[in-house]
């Protein structure tokens, strides 16, 4: 059946001068089955976001009718809904918010990072990996993916002490995954190239530092000028002008984003959240709900595009191929998460609720550690290539059931009342004011 349906479109589509045309269709194929599936997972209990990645796995590894050149062109989609993800996440990050639990959070942070990166790589010596593998396996390993937690929060109107912790966690992991990565690396590959000879210490401190410091340095720019923008100018214009202007706002920031990540190799996360954290730590909070109305308005079907797209990747022989490594790593990671984040939470003197669940929601991967086992590919040969195998047999397990086992965290805290949907609006984004008040609870507190 996939076969005869890959050999429809490629005749109707193959002569055509320009792919670009084919990868069109495709996308408008696998939104609309995402909506379709993602319908039929939330009427089973399932999260929308499993629903859309399967939607993926059926026109991409069962179908065969979205090949690895469609996802490769239209990876610029995925790529710019991570940025509109950040950029949300930082927008939820009002400071005085969080000025009592900064310290629980930072702790909590740097503690389940570290911790998961120890554990992977100390299983990995234990079943007799080279200490080069294990240094880049454990650092990817501390990758968290935002994105299944923001459309979980969003389309279940997610509130409550889980979700005010895990929101500025998953951001600040970027950062300290970006650190823990890059110094990983740069001892692998001394390892890998001349036995550990000659390791600049230097060298590996300042690159990923560097990286994080520009990162950071961009958004906090980009975020002053937009939100001085939107103080002094656009809050004057009439409603509809204010609503097209914000939105417009919105997407440049985002573009500018991505652009940057790619030809100066920031990070494609903390470069759009640290402006929207900026911009919602300037701007009071009729403006914050009007930018968050019009933005979550314009991105449904691009959330919808990213998950099946990122089903569409993934492929049903990396499960064999990564073999017993693979399962050391998929089981080391998901201990690493929830050990780690029970003892942040313990030393940050979390709640109990938080401490007990908070393992759940951070087990999904994706965006960032794929861009990282791409750099280990790229720069480690063989290693690299087998690395690359492992890494995408985890994501392939924590895209499938990560978000489920986020809701059940959700839910087992009440932050999400169970069986409750958000059903004001049928796109697959819907926006829930609810949720984003709980970053500005009050005109009067700005």
């Known amino acids: 059946m996939g076969i005869i349906m890959n050999m429809f479109f490629l005749n109707v589509f193959g002569n055509l001068d320009f792919d670009i045309y084919y990868e069109l269709m495709m996308l408008c194929v696998l939104i609309v089955l995402g909506i379709l599936l993602g319908k039929l997972a939330e009427k089973l209990s399932i999260p929308a976001v499993t629903g859309y990645i399967v939607a993926g796995i059926l026109v991409g590894p069962v179908l065969h009718l979205v090949t690895e050149e469609v996802t490769g062109g239209l990876k610029i989609i ?93 951001g600040l992991d970027d950062g300290v995954g970006i650190i823990i990565f890059g110094v990983n690396l740069a001892v692998a590959k001394a390892l890998i190239n001349n036995g550990g000879e000659n390791i600049n210490i230097f060298k590996i401190i300042l690159t990923p530092l560097k990286e ?48 940057a990540a790619h030809y100066f190799s920031l990070s494609p996360i903390l470069v759009p959240m640290v402006i929207g954290m900026t911009v919602t730590n300037m701007i009071d909070k009729d403006t914050f709900k009007t930018q968050t109305r019009v933005i979550d308005k314009f991105t449904p079907p691009l959330m919808i595009a990213f998950f099946t797209l990122a089903g569409a990747e993934l492929d049903f022989k990396i499960l064999v191929n990564a073999g017993l490594v693979g399962i050391i790593y998929i089981l080391a990671r998901i201990i ?36 990282m086992v791409i750099t280990v590919a790229n720069e480690c040969g063989d290693v690299g ?42 796109d697959a984004n819907t926006v829930a004011l609810e949720t984003t008040e709980v970053s500005q609870t009050s005109e009067s507190q700005k």
């Not at 390993?141 to 409550?160: F, H, N, Q, V």
């Not at 109990?352 to 794929?370: C, D, F, M, S, W």
């Open 78 to 170: 995925s790529n710019i809904a991570i940025g509109f993800i950040a950029y949300s996440i930082g927008m939820e990050l009002w400071l005085p918010k969080y000025k009592n639990s900064a310290k629980e959070i930072l702790i909590l942070t740097f503690v389940q990072a570290i911790m998961t990166t120890v554990i992977v790589f100390f299983a990995l010596l234990v079943f007799k990996q080279s200490v080069a593998v294990a240094l880049l396996l454990s650092a990817i390993a501390c990758a968290t993916a935002p994105a299944p937690l923001m459309m979980i929060i969003k389309r279940y109107k997610a509130k409550g002490r889980l979700t005010d912790t895990v929101l500025p966690v998953v």
């Open 212 to 259: 994080l410091g520009l990162s950071i340095l961009l958004g906090v720019v980009v975020g002053l000028i937009v939100g001085v923008l939107s103080n002094k100018v656009i809050k004057n214009f009439a409603k509809h002008d204010k609503n097209d202007t914000y939105l417009s706002l919105a997407i440049i920031c985002v573009f500018l984003s991505v652009t």
């Open 336 to 371: 690493g998460k929830y050990v780690g984040s029970y003892i942040g939470c313990l030393i940050g003197g979390s709640p109990k609720e938080v401490r007990n669940h908070i393992g759940l929601t951070l087990l999904p991967q994706g965006g960032v550690a794929i861009g």
């Open 385 to 426: 290539k087998m690395i690359q195998t492992i890494v995408l047999a985890g994501i392939f397990i924590y895209e499938l059931f990560g978000p489920i086992l986020a809701k059940i965290g959700f839910e087992r805290t009440g932050d999400i009342v169970k069986g409750a949907l958000n059903e004001s609006n049928n």
